[in-house]
């Protein structure tokens, strides 16, 4: 039985709302047990977060004590099996070493609209991805492509992370799903997920389960050793 412990917390977002939608739609995954802890930031110290074999992670800013802090990135580097959702690109601004944990950091984010974003299907974490009854309107399903309404995350992120999901915006694609290691853990990061509405539909879901399940496969992460071209 996996464990999986559903954070929230911080200034903004409705996090107890979208943390209990997230485990509902964790708790149909079998072979699991959801907790749900809202403003509970010592949940990440070590002996605590040691319990668990995945954090699903939804917090708007804050700080992280020396313990909180080195609990997480060792837990993680270790063992770990960290989903960061949304405002997680916006957590602890103060930490450098979360930012490089997660692969990322929130920039800003134009209004919240209707908008594209692509899964990219090539990347191996998206063969978890179940294919979702697109909106009637929206023919293209043979791309991957969804309609969504949400907030759109502008993110500064680290080029080798391994981008799985993308949505234009000002000419640029920007990244809505990643992956990446860390030492001998696994992250992903999922930027949908605004309000509680934005969580509880079928897309989000799925790129849910489908970062949860990559994560906990003893896949590694893929690499680019393509050669450098000088």
């Not at 799903?177 to 509880?200: N, P």
Request: aromatic letters at 14%; proline letters at 5%.
């Amino acid at each position: 039985m996996k464990k999986i412990l559903v954070m929230g917390g911080g200034e903004f977002h409705d996090y107890t709302g979208c943390c209990e939608v997230m485990a509902r739609q964790l708790r149909a995954l079998p072979g699991h047990e959801v907790e749900v802890a809202v403003n509970d930031l010592d949940r990440l110290r070590r002996g605590a977060i040691d319990n668990y074999d995945a954090v699903v992670f939804y917090w708007t800013k804050d700080h992280l004590t020396a313990e909180q802090k080195q609990g997480l990135l060792s837990w993680c580097a270790e063992k770990g099996r960290f989903i960061g959702v949304h405002c997680a690109a916006t957590a602890f601004r103060d930490c450098p070493e979360y930012e490089a944990m997660l692969g990322g950091r929130f920039r800003k984010h134009p209004p919240y609209r209707e908008y594209f974003v692509t899964v990219d299907m090539k990347h191996p974490a998206m063969k978890y991805f179940e294919n979702v009854t697109p909106p009637e309107e929206w023919k293209n399903w043979a791309v991957h492509e969804c309609k969504v309404t949400d907030e759109q995350f502008l993110t500064r992120y680290d080029t080798r992370v391994n981008v799985a999901a993308h949505a234009a915006f000002n000419g640029r694609l920007w990244p809505v799903v990643w992956t990446k290691s860390w030492g001998a853990g696994k992250v992903c990061y999922l930027a949908l997920g605004h309000d509680v509405k934005a969580c509880d539909n079928d897309f989000f879901r799925h790129l849910l389960y489908a970062g949860i399940a990559w994560v906990e496969s003893d896949e590694p992460e893929p690499v680019d050793d393509s050669p450098f071209i000088f």
